[in-house]
Nanobody
Framework: QERLVESGGGLVQPGGSLRLSCVAS????????VGWFRQFPGGEREGIVC????????TYADSVKDRFTISRDNVHNTVHLQMASLEPEDTAVYFC?????????????????????WGQGTQVTASS
């Protein structure tokens, strides 16, 4: 069974950093682009970053560009999201997926594979 499991969320003070991880099991993550999404309380899930299968192309939403960095380790079936300069507005549940959906000032970027897998999410809270 294909699974994605996120970890690394938690409570951080404004201006702080966190590193999220997304580990795949039951399938080879290197065959998929990977997207990170976040969902605010009572809000829709929004895509914030996407990385291609080979890790060469990374697409960011304007809201996280220059603060968040995505990377992947296909040997270990893992994708990471390094988040810096976190603010209270970044407080949300963060999900990884084999799907990507980004809207930024350059346009829209969508990846919808045949098999869409979602993780269960990890809470990120930036608060003093």
């Amino acid at each position: 069974q294909e699974r994605l499991v996120e970890s690394g969320g938690g409570l951080v003070q404004p201006g702080g950093s966190l590193r999220l991880s997304c580990v795949a099991s039951g399938f080879s993550l290197e065959k998929y682009a990977v997207g990170w999404f976040r969902q605010f309380p009572g809000g829709e899930r929004e895509g914030i970053v996407c990385i291609t299968e080979d890790g060469e192309v990374k697409t960011y939403a304007d809201s996280v560009k220059d603060r968040f960095t995505i990377s992947r380790d296909n040997v270990h079936n893992t994708v990471h999201l390094q988040m810096a300069s976190l603010e209270p507005e970044d407080t949300a549940v963060y999900f990884c997926s084999t799907k990507c959906s980004i809207k930024n000032s350059l346009g829209s970027y969508e990846v919808t594979p045949h098999t869409i897998v979602w993780g269960q999410g990890t809470q990120v809270t930036a608060s003093s």
